[in-house]
């Protein structure tokens, strides 16, 4: 991730674009991706994982769109002073403690719907 942090930024600089490059167009040109991305499963109904019976170009595709994304998503991070990679992981320790593995098991419910009778700590 920092890799792909730098060099956007060179991307960036070397073209002169941070002047196109404030947080809102960031942000928009990020859902534009996302929504490149949900083209591409656009009317295929449910897909499975490997996505099996896609062409190659259809998976190349998918692949550079998913880059688009995450190219945009680190470089708006970046231009709202976020940083990133290691505000994930400490995300992602707040969903372990929001979700206790051995409480949550199997269900897929959201942190709101457990009630206080299955341990919810107050919300
Ligand atoms: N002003 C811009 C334009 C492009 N890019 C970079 C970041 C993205 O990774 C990629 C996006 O390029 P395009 O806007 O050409 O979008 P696509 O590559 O998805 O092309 P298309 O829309 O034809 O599928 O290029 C950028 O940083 N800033």
Redesign the pocket.
Known sequence: MEDIRRL?AQ??AERD?NQ??QPRNLLL?LVG?VG?VAELFQWKGEVAEGLPGWTPSQREALS??L??VL??LL?LAEKCHVDLPQAALAKMELNAKKYPAGRVQGSAKKYTEYSTEDGEQGH
């Open positions: 956007q991307f960036t674009w196109f490059h040109a991706e490149e550079h769109e880059s688009d190219i945009y470089e």
